[in-house]
């Protein structure tokens, strides 16, 4: 139980084009899943926090307007990059919170995202 | 210095031998989790300690907190091959609710 998927698990695209990652949450409801960041060997930064039904609540330093996130469902939540440039290339991973009270994200596969 | 550091950043061991991995922290916490990522891939959890608790075992691996001192410890024994991975703490801060902040990881490679 408890798996989260990803979608794609690797893109590559254009500057300047958008490029949208789906996370769900496959055996369960999430009403809270999270964004992070990941950088090759570093930790994972967490970029916002996805509320079904609200809007997304960003870390500071983290563009609302660049990084949109949709969490349209209990089972879905998604990240669209606008935009993209070279320095958004990186691995995003996304986590769900399976109900209230629960204390264990269980992460999705994540998503290579490589911007020419 | 941030918060959830790790030490060491990575560490090589033989098969069979014991793995220890630390982790500090510096803002109150509700709970620490460890975690665990095989390479270019996500996250799989290891286990959960809660801040009113002292010591935790699941298989093989055994996880102290010291809230007094603010830090934490994976221990893994009679370590195999496939525990190569890159582990990192995580904490939930009494401020953050649900949120996690994670350390900077210790590589962890395991000879065989």
Redo the contacts between chains.
Sequence with gaps: GAV?S?HPSRVICKSGTSVKIECRSLDFQAT?M?W?RQFP??????MA?SNEGSKATYEQGVEKDKFLINHASLTLSTLTVTSAHPEDSS?Y?C?A?PGQG?????????T?LLVL | SQQ?EEDPQALSIQEGENATMNCSYKTSI??L?W?RQNS??????LI?IRSNEREKHSGRLRVTLDTSKKSSSLLITASRAADTASY?CAT?QETSG????????T?LTVNP
């Design positions: 989260v990803q809270t999270f992070y060997k570093k930790s994972l930064m967490l926090t691995f991973i986590s919170l629960s204390e264990t994200q269980y992460f999705g596969p994540g290579r | 959830g509700n709970n989790q975690y270019g891939r996500g996250l799989v959890h959960l990192f939930a649900s949120r996690l902040t994670f350390g900077e990881g590589q």
